[in-house]
Structures are given as structure tokens and as C-alpha cells.
């Protein structure tokens, strides 16, 4: 139990284009997801927290216009690269919180590399 | 020139041998604790978990020690094996972070397991 996949897991686009990622939890349902950036060796940066029904909360120095963020229902959110550079390009990795779990473990999905060339 | 970025700490330990992974929290507010395994080109895969109402905490092969004190966690994982290479990254929710689940991730470190 307690699965969350991302689509895509690679994808790679030219400089200027727009890229969705999605991010699903597939075997339960989650009011929270969370958005993560994450550079080669370096650690996971939270980008911003996805609400079902509501506008996401950003983390400082996260540019809201630029990664949109959609969490239409409870089993899926979208984070969209938009006008994405060279210097966006990254692993992005979602999680999700279990609404019938009693702790705060998050669930995380398998990542998407994004290369902008 | 001079090379600038970060890298992960490496402990480098052998087949059999019991590892010892640490972190440093920054936030003494933070009141849950977990440390997450990430191979190569994967998401994060929880190990354990811990409150701040508690000092130890077992699992299958792994105990996490939490020292409030000095702001300190550990993970032991005791008769390493190779399938445990991978990057080991403490988290913490700060206080009052606890209804929404936001995470603060440490700067982990690389474990490898020689044969």
C-alpha cells in the first residue's frame, strides 16, 4: 500500500516549452501532497505544498508563476515547468500524505528528471 | 580554478560491519524525526521514524537514536549489506508544521558497502 507514481519519469524539452508533471497517489487518497527539487548531489529543497481544492504554498525563492502547481483531486497533483531554461532542469520529486495515516510519514514518488536543452 | 558546490559525506564501511549514519537537526522546535534511504535515481524510501518523546527507537536492522540535547540524530544499521549503498537523508517536521507534514531535509550522506 500507500504507492505514489509520477509520469513522466524522464522527459527532456527544449529551452522555453512547458512540462507537466504528474504526480498520483494510487492506492489512497491525500489532501497534502509536497513538490521537491532535487540537484545532483545535493538534497531534496521542498518547492512548495499542494492543497487539495486550494492554492499551493510556496517556499521562499519559489517563483509561484513559474511551477505552477494544480491538485484537482484527492489522488492527483500537477506541477507544471513553465518556459523551462537550462538551469531548471533537475529531478523533481513529489510525496504524499496519507489521509488515514495517524502519523506524518510521507509517501514519496519515484522522481521525474527534467532536462532542458 | 576553484570548485564550488556541495557534495554528500561518504562513509564507506565493510560487508558485515555495523554503520552509523549522523545528523545534525537545526530547528530544536522540530518534534519528528525520519531517515530516508534514496538509491540512485529514485525517491526517498522511508526507514524509520521517530518523536521527540523518545530517545530510541527500533526496527528491523536500524535503530534511531535521538539526542534532544544537542540536536542529534543517528541511524545504526546494524550487519550492513550491500543492497544498503545508497544516500541516507535525516528529515525533520518543526513544531507546528505537524497538520500539514512539511518536511526539512538534512544534507545526507552516502553509504557504501564494500564486499
Known amino acids: 500500500g500507500a504507492v505514489v507514481s509520477q509520469h513522466p519519469s524522464r522527459v527532456i524539452c527544449k529551452s522555453g516549452t512547458s512540462v507537466k508533471i504528474e504526480c498520483r497517489s494510487l492506492?489512497?487518497?491525500?489532501?497534502?501532497m509536497f513538490w521537491y527539487r532535487q540537484f545532483p548531489k545535493q538534497s531534496l529543497m521542498l518547492m512548495a505544498t499542494?492543497?487539495?481544492?486550494?492554492?499551493?504554498?510556496?517556499e521562499q525563492g519559489v517563483e509561484k508563476d513559474k511551477f505552477l502547481i494544480n491538485h484537482a483531486s484527492l489522488t492527483l497533483s500537477t506541477l507544471t515547468v513553465t518556459s523551462a531554461h537550462p538551469e531548471d532542469s533537475s529531478f523533481y520529486i513529489c510525496?504524499?500524505?496519507?489521509?488515514?495515516?495517524?502519523?506524518?510519514?510521507?509517501?514519496f514518488g519515484p522522481g521525474t528528471r527534467l532536462t532542458v536543452l | 580554478g576553484e570548485s564550488v558546490g556541495l557534495h554528500l559525506p561518504t562513509l564507506s564501511v565493510q560487508e558485515g560491519d555495523n554503520s552509523i549514519i549522523n545528523c545534525a537537526y537545526s530547528?530544536?522546535?522540530?518534534?519528528?524525526f525520519i531517515w530516508y534511504k534514496q538509491e540512485s535515481g529514485k525517491g526517498p524510501q522511508f526507514i524509520i521514524d521517530i518523536r521527540s518523546n523518545m530517545d530510541k527507537r527500533q526496527g528491523q536492522r536500524v535503530t534511531v537514536l535521538l539526542n534532544k540535547t544537542v540536536k542529534h540524530l543517528s541511524l545504526q544499521i546494524a550487519a550492513t549489506q550491500p543492497g544498503d549503498s545508497a544516500v541516507y537523508f535525516c528529515?525533520?517536521?518543526?513544531?507546528?508544521?505537524?497538520?500539514?507534514?512539511?518536511?526539512?531535509f538534512g544534507q545526507g550522506t552516502t553509504l557504501q558497502v564494500k564486499p
Open positions: 528529515a525533520e517536521t518543526p513544531r507546528g508544521s505537524s497538520n500539514t507534514g512539511k518536511l526539512i
Open positions: 510525496s504524499a500524505l496519507s489521509m488515514s495515516s495517524r502519523t506524518d510519514t510521507q509517501y
Open positions: 499542494s492543497n487539495e481544492g486550494s492554492k499551493a504554498t510556496y
Open positions: 492506492d489512497f487518497q491525500a489532501t497534502t
Open positions: 530547528n530544536s522546535a522540530s518534534d519528528y
